[in-house]
């Protein structure tokens, strides 16, 4: 079945260690995208690719950055995470094209805890 | 993007059909509705979403009113496994912004 991959499920990691967490997809959609989902909040819009295209939301801290090395893949690097950045990160992909942007499918997420 | 406004919690008899109502009072006539769910500490699901028509799939239905203002999101035979928060999500373009959603809780 054609789905979204997230490795790793859960990832723990000490204050200030670089943390790289992957995204993959079967979908053939040409736009990914990175939230963070804090304990009992919604999830909020870090960036997305729209193809080889870098969208980065204004609140997004400079800590965060992403990777899209091919269509099928994109990673989410964390440079020096802090104790505020342990959340669930979910990526999710769609297809746009001229008609507008289609449904947004999301991946099981990991789980990051910052010690 | 239009902000919703959404009851933070709801509960519904198993069997029962679950309605989950939802204002957008301030959308777009090129925005969409998109609902979605999140079972606890897994990605969300996409459910279905509309434009200005009723739409029926198999999960559910929506119901959109005239005047595009607010919705209906309608689960016709509630199990336990629809536990889950539900999120009314007003899209354009291609970008979700999620507010704080529906904690529905089916009740043996």
């Known amino acids: 079945d054609a789905m979204v991959i997230q490795n790793p499920r859960y990832q723990v990691t000490q204050f200030g260690k670089p943390v790289t967490l992957s995204c993959s997809q079967t979908l053939n959609h040409n736009v990914m995208y990175w939230y963070q989902q804090k304990s009992s909040q919604a999830p909020k819009l870090l960036f997305h690719?729209?193809?080889?295209?870098?969208?980065n939301e204004a609140d997004t801290p400079d800590n965060f950055q992403s990777r899209r090395p091919n269509t099928s893949f994109c990673f989410l690097d964390i440079r020096s995470p802090g104790l505020g950045d342990t959340a669930m990160y979910l990526c999710?992909?769609?297809?746009?094209?001229?008609?507008?942007?289609?449904?947004?499918?999301f991946g099981p997420g990991t789980r990051l805890t910052v010690l | 993007d239009a902000k919703t406004t959404q009851p933070p919690s709801m509960d519904c008899a198993e069997g029962r059909a679950a309605n989950l109502p939802c204002n957008h009072s301030t959308i777009s006539g090129n925005e969409y509705v998109y609902w979605y769910r999140q079972i606890h500490s897994q990605g969300p699901q996409y459910i279905i979403h509309g434009l200005k028509n009723n739409e029926t799939n198999e999960m559910a239905s929506l119901i959109i009113t005239e005047d595009r203002k607010s919705s209906t999101l309608i689960l016709p035979h509630a199990t336990l496994r629809d536990t889950a928060v539900y999120y009314c999500?007003?899209?354009?373009?291609?970008?979700?912004?999620f507010g704080t959603g529906t904690r529905l809780t089916i009740i043996p």
């Open positions: 999710a992909t769609s297809r746009a094209g001229s008609g507008g942007v289609d449904t947004q499918y």
């Open positions: 999500i007003v899209n354009r373009y291609e970008k979700l912004t």
């Open positions: 690719y729209y193809d080889k295209d870098f969208n």
